[in-house]
C-alpha cells in the first residue's frame, strides 16, 4: 500500500473515530447530565454511570465502523484495558474541572477535547494490533 492510500485510510479513521466518539459521548452526557441533577453532590457517579452505559456502544462501534475490525476476545480485553485508562484519565480531568470551578454542567465538555486524541491513539494501538 502506498503512502497516500496509508494517508487516505487514516485520515478515514480519524474521521470515523471523530464520528463514532461523538454518538459514544452524547450518550454518555445524555445519562450524566439528568444523573447530575438528581444527585448533584455525586456527580463523579453521575459521570461513571454514563461512561458505563456507553461502553458497549463505544467497543462495537470501534471495531466494527471505526477502524473495521471484528470484535474478538484479545481485541476485548485490549479494549477494557484502554477504557480503563481512558475512564481514570477523564474521571481524573473531570474532577479537576470541578474542583476549577466549571459547573456541573459544562464540566465534561473540557475533559473530551482534552481526552480525544489521547483516546484515539490508545484505540487504535489496541485494535489494530490484536
Not at 465538555?109 to 484505540?123: A, D, E, S, T
Request: aromatic share 18%.
Amino acid at each position: 500500500m502506498d503512502t497516500t492510500q496509508k494517508n487516505k485510510r487514516h485520515k478515514g479513521e480519524v474521521l470515523r473515530f471523530a464520528i463514532t466518539g461523538t454518538l459514544v459521548t452524547f450518550i454518555l452526557y445524555a445519562v450524566y447530565l439528568p444523573l447530575s441533577f438528581i444527585m448533584p453532590n455525586s456527580v463523579g457517579i453521575a459521570y461513571t454511570v454514563g461512561f458505563v452505559i456507553s461502553f458497549i456502544t463505544n467497543f462495537l462501534l470501534s471495531n466494527y465502523y471505526t477502524f473495521r475490525t471484528k470484535p474478538t476476545f484479545d481485541r476485548a480485553i485490549l479494549f477494557c484495558i484502554v477504557q480503563f485508562i481512558n475512564y481514570m484519565l477523564q474521571i481524573l480531568c473531570f474532577k479537576f474541572f470541578i474542583l476549577l470551578g466549571v459547573s456541573n454542567v459544562w464540566a465534561p465538555v473540557p475533559v473530551w477535547v482534552f481526552i480525544f486524541p489521547i483516546n484515539f491513539l490508545l484505540m487504535r494501538v489496541a485494535l489494530k494490533s490484536a
